[in-house]
């Protein structure tokens, strides 16, 4: 990004959105195991989970702001769907992160456990879910998040406006200013441009 190089975007990416999965809606339930650090894209795909599982010592953020860009794979409206607004707006606005307790406590995962028993806590949900008609469960889904024929119609407005701004800020003199200053280990100078 630093060198204005464009993302090698496969097939899946191209029609699925951000790791083949932010913009396609399936009906199966998704669960996201979270050991580590989780900003940008990995709060996004946290956000686009169903479920989360986190271990103790995870972390969530959209730091996108620190860099000049902005969370493009559903964060900027995902984030404030998920949490109460004055606390996504403080973490969009600020780029701070939060620890897997707090998001425990505000609702962005389902459990915090210790970091060697992620992947088994996100399968004994996954069992849990398993256990029960899988076309009730689907439906279910479809239902709670309105999704029709892989799609949220809900969201298609903000995901125009999310191209539209991604593709403002990254023209952007601040745009290519944050990636490069990252790249360079030094503070970005915004020109507001």
Not at 25 to 41: E, F
Not at 60 to 83: S, T
Not at 93 to 116: C, D, F, H, K, M
Request: proline share 5%; net charge positive; charged share 20%.
């Amino acid at each position: 990004m630093a060198n204005r190089e464009p993302f090698a975007v496969g097939e899946r990416e191209r029609a699925w959105g951000f790791a083949g999965y932010v913009e396609h809606h399936i009906s199966k339930p998704t669960i996201a195991a979270v050991n580590g650090t989780a900003l940008g894209g990995g709060t996004e795909l946290t956000l686009a989970s169903d479920l989360a599982v986190a271990s103790e010592t995870a972390t969530f953020g959209l730091p996108e702001v620190k860099r000049g860009i902005l969370a493009a794979a559903g964060g900027a409206f995902r984030l404030g769907q998920q949490l109460p607004r004055k606390i996504a707006m403080e973490m969009m606005l600020t780029g701070e992160p939060i620890s897997a307790p707090r998001a425990l406590e505000l609702g962005l995962v389902n459990a915090v456990v210790p970091q060697a028993q992620v992947m088994d806590a996100a399968l004994k949900m996954a069992a849990r879910i398993t256990a029960n008609a899988p076309l009730a469960v689907q439906a279910s889904k479809r239902i709670a998040l309105g999704i029709q024929h892989g799609e949220i119609a809900s969201e298609a407005a903000a995901w125009a406006q999310t191209r539209a701004e991604i593709g403002t800020v990254m023209r952007s003199e601040d745009g290519r200013e944050g990636p490069r200053a990252f790249a360079e280990k030094r503070a970005p100078v915004w020109q507001g441009r």
